[in-house]
């Protein structure tokens, strides 16, 4: 292959620091039945065997990456020592090419953001070629002494580090480059390259992702998915990785060694037929993606809006689903893994960006994403859709998470008008709510690793603490307006009305984030969790059901973002049980066990119990930790209140029978608060009952026997903590 003078001067500054040869070889009932660990102090590569304790206990994908970061650091390793690992883990069903959603990573390690262990995940071509290559997880270790290249071949069995000086690290660029640099030149050559990158922004701010790519053959240029919550792309840069970049040429729809592919076409015929047929009447996942709940989350006041003050805002249209339906461009079925007929990756070819160093470039726009729109947009009180697709352009190419960006530039903005920042602390910038412009500018300046962006960078915990202290801030009304659990940003759905997501994003482990449980339209909008104990059943159901789907490499919306046409007359729609069917006809296609929707349970709340434990061994020991802030419980300010007075004068006087006539609304808040936050300790308490844990949020020994995990290793941790 030719290279282009540029892309040659960049390949011949590379100078090789470790190689390593390996065997190749196939896949085995969905296991390659190896991992790979790299140490950059070294530059050395290891082998290990996975054990079939190992599956058995861990499954997969995040179990297996848990377990190597647990065994890795000890509880008193920061994110930045050298012995933090980043653990990228596929999963035994990953790879698979009949069933949509099957291309995922799971990233785990120890979170700059939440100073705890955090999981991402996130789709491209990265961990099928990674398995196919012939490794589970990859995990790695240590500091290099200069930026660098790791390059996986699974064509040949070769592995090499290499010192990389010259190239850009935007992920836009780069992620280019490395294709060219590492394919045969032809297109089919490229689509077998993935490559892990994050932007400059990485190096300064504390949530930073990574970003997974695929080649896209139609657009014929290079895409990105994100690992985006915890700040796993500042341990990527800290430990001077420039790229991660997987090559595997034989792609073929049977290379998972599965023991049945009858039943696993037989799931994926029975799916593709449901998204053919009804994805056009719900969701739309095909023409437009997640974007669609925009409008949705607006009419029913959950659309984040002037950081949470509000669910709704009547510029909302321009930034709703219709907006974006005009600007995605290709209209063809768009997915980020082979096979995957959900298809809902798509994007904005030839945007013209404005400001930033890319000003006067066309460029690929990758989605907006739901969190993306609802976040750059609404919560900053930003509706104007150029600026929204900018802001998702840079922080994609720079490597920042969008929802913790958009939620502590709501909060500094927040903080500017209630006086507590002024234009002397953000060097000049106003940051009023709906300055598009200002929020652009902070990005820029979290890339360039300088002015008031990069506090902002630091994430809302560590804002709310900077602001009181250098700024005289109130610390109690910093707390109640800073929208984050456990030091991770909380997803972008407004929660005031569903006492159950405020358990979803208070109780979520690794932090708010609603992979774990999105349950506000069971309780806040249908009305099906009338009491603290169906509540404490979802709170223990859905986030141990969700992380099934994290072990095995899947995507988790191909299981409740279609809906199959007999769904309403089952005896529990919300758990979608036809497609809970089709997983276990897929788990016994590929590994050739028998199970039950029990069993795949069992599987996660075994790996989520274990979480829990490595958490508490990190030091988040308590039921202080599961709080939200109480803007995600109840109304803060005077005009939140009075936004929706009729609303709470009447819960005042239903539910806890004040009469509110005659109260000012200072006294009908701290009625309310009184109130709402008493019903938390209740569902607390609730939850942690169902889920077999003391009343200070820790698993108890009896529980972690009875999921098979009672390790001398995690039962010392409990003892240690009680």
């Known amino acids: 292959m030719t290279l282009s003078p540029a892309l040659e001067k960049m390949k011949t500054a590379h100078k090789l620091l470790g190689e390593y040869l390996y065997e190749l070889k196939p896949v085995e009932r969905g296991y390659a039945n190896r991992t790979l660990h790299i140490n950059l102090n070294d530059n050395t590569f290891t082998e290990k065997p996975v054990t079939q304790q190992m599956k058995d206990l861990f499954t997969g994908g995040r179990g297996f990456a848990l377990k190597l970061l647990w065994d890795a650091v000890k509880p008193e390793t920061k994110w930045d020592d050298p012995e933090n690992e980043l653990v990228i883990a596929n999963g035994p069903i990953c790879g698979i090419t009949a069933?949509?959603?099957?291309?995922?990573?799971?990233?785990?390690?120890?979170?700059?953001?939440?100073?705890?262990?955090?999981?991402?995940?996130?789709?491209?071509?990265?961990?099928?070629?990674?398995?196919?290559?012939?490794?589970?997880?990859?995990?790695?270790?240590?500091?290099?002494?200069?930026?660098?290249?790791?390059?996986?071949?699974?064509?040949?069995?070769?592995?090499?580090?290499?010192?990389?000086?010259?190239?850009?690290?935007?992920?836009?660029?780069?992620?280019?480059?490395?294709?060219?640099?590492?394919?045969?030149?032809?297109?089919?050559?490229?689509?077998?390259?993935?490559?892990?990158?994050?932007?400059?922004?990485?190096?300064?701010?504390?949530?930073?992702?990574?970003?997974?790519?695929?080649?896209?053959?139609?657009?014929?240029?290079?895409?990105?998915?994100?690992?985006?919550?915890?700040?796993?792309?500042?341990?990527?840069?800290?430990?001077?990785?420039?790229?991660?970049?997987?090559?595997?040429?034989?792609?073929?729809?049977?290379?998972?060694?599965?023991?049945?592919?009858?039943?696993?076409?037989?799931?994926?015929?029975?799916?593709?037929?449901?998204?053919?047929?009804?994805?056009?009447?719900?969701?739309?996942?095909?023409?437009?993606?997640?974007?669609?709940?925009?409008?949705?989350?607006?009419?029913?006041?959950?659309?984040?809006?002037?950081?949470?003050?509000?669910?709704?805002?009547?510029?909302?249209?321009?930034?709703?689903?219709?907006?974006?339906?005009?600007?995605?461009?290709?209209?063809?079925?768009?997915?980020?893994?082979?096979?995957?007929?959900?298809?809902?990756?798509?994007?904005?070819?030839?945007?013209?960006?404005?400001?930033?160093?890319?000003?006067?470039?066309?460029?690929?726009?990758?989605?907006?994403?739901?969190?993306?729109?609802?976040g750059l947009g609404a919560n900053i009180g930003n509706f104007d859709a150029q600026k929204v697709l900018e802001l998702n352009f840079y922080c994609d190419t720079y490597g920042v998470d969008t929802i913790s960006f958009a939620n502590c530039v709501a909060f500094a903005m927040e903080c500017y008008e209630e006086g507590i920042l002024t234009t002397e602390h953000t060097g000049g910038l106003e940051l009023n709510f709906g300055n598009g412009a200002a929020a652009l500018e902070l990005l820029h300046q979290m890339a360039k690793g300088d002015g008031f962006g990069v506090i902002v960078g630091q994430g809302v915990r560590y804002m709310k603490k900077y602001f009181a202290e250098e700024f005289g801030g109130d610390p109690a009304f910093l707390h109640d307006i800073g929208m984050e659990v456990k030091g991770m940003e909380i997803s972008e759905y407004g929660t005031k009305e569903s006492i159950a997501q405020q358990g979803g994003f208070g109780l979520a482990t690794k932090g708010a984030q609603h992979d774990e449980a999105w349950l506000i339209s069971m309780d806040q909008i249908l009305k099906q969790l009338p009491t603290f104990e169906d509540k404490a059943e979802a709170l223990h159901y859905f986030p141990m059901w969700r992380t099934w789907f994290s072990l095995h490499g899947?995507?988790?919306?191909?299981?409740?973002?279609?809906?199959?046409?007999?769904?309403?007359?089952?005896?529990?729609?919300?758990?979608?049980?036809?497609?809970?069917?089709?997983?276990?006809?897929?788990?016994?296609?590929?590994?050739?066990?028998?199970?039950?929707?029990?069993?795949?349970?069992?599987?996660?709340?075994?790996?989520?119990?274990?979480?829990?434990?490595?958490?508490?061994?990190?030091?988040?020991?308590?039921?202080?930790?599961d709080y939200p802030p109480y803007r995600a419980m109840g109304p803060v300010l005077a005009e939140e209140y009075e936004s929706r007075q009729d609303l709470y004068d009447e819960q005042l006087l239903t539910l806890i029978e004040v009469d509110p006539a005659g109260m000012s609304t200072a006294e009908k808040i701290q009625a309310l608060r009184e109130y709402r936050e008493a019903q938390y300790e209740l569902l607390l308490d609730a939850v942690y009952q169902r889920r077999g844990w003391d009343k200070n949020s820790v698993p108890t020994p009896e529980k972690l026997k009875e999921l098979g995990i009672d390790l001398p290793e995690v039962l010392e941790v409990v003892e240690k903590v009680k």
């Open 554 to 625: 899947l995507c988790k919306l191909p299981w409740n973002d279609i809906t199959p046409e007999n769904n309403k007359n089952t005896a529990e729609p919300h758990k979608f049980p036809e497609h809970v069917e089709n997983y276990t006809w897929i788990y016994e296609g590929v590994t050739g066990t028998p199970t039950t929707p029990e069993k795949l349970v069992e599987q996660s709340e075994r790996v989520y119990n274990f979480q829990k434990v490595f958490a508490l061994r990190m030091g988040r020991v308590g039921r202080e930790h």
């Open 99 to 374: 069933y949509p959603g099957s291309g995922k990573s799971t990233v785990v390690t120890l979170s700059p953001l939440t100073h705890n262990v955090i999981d991402s995940n996130v789709g491209g071509y990265f961990a099928p070629f990674l398995k196919f290559s012939g490794f589970d997880a990859l995990e790695i270790q240590g500091k290099a002494a200069e930026d660098v290249v790791i390059f996986i071949d699974g064509d040949t069995g070769k592995i090499t580090i290499e010192a990389a000086p010259l190239e850009d690290v935007d992920s836009h660029l780069l992620g280019g480059y490395l294709t060219d640099m590492y394919s045969d030149g032809d297109e089919k050559s490229k689509r077998s390259i993935s490559v892990f990158s994050a932007g400059q922004a990485a190096e300064h701010i504390r949530f930073a992702v990574i970003n997974s790519s695929w080649y896209d053959v139609r657009r014929k240029e290079v895409r990105y998915k994100q690992a985006g919550r915890g700040g796993a792309g500042r341990v990527f840069r800290d430990k001077k990785i420039k790229g991660i970049v997987v090559k595997f040429s034989n792609m073929k729809g049977d290379l998972n060694g599965v023991a049945d592919m009858a039943l696993i076409r037989k799931a994926g015929q029975r799916i593709n037929k449901e998204i053919t047929d009804f994805d056009e009447s719900q969701n739309q996942m095909r023409k437009v993606g997640t974007a669609n709940l925009v409008e949705i989350m607006d009419h029913f006041n959950l659309l984040p809006v002037h950081n949470f003050r509000y669910g709704s805002h009547p510029d909302t249209h321009n930034i709703d689903s219709k907006v974006w339906m005009e600007k995605l461009t290709q209209g063809v079925p768009d997915g980020c893994w082979l096979g995957c007929t959900m298809s809902c990756s798509h994007g904005v070819d030839h945007f013209p960006l404005q400001t930033g160093p890319y000003a006067g470039e066309c460029v690929l726009v990758d989605g907006p994403e739901y969190e993306n729109a609802a």
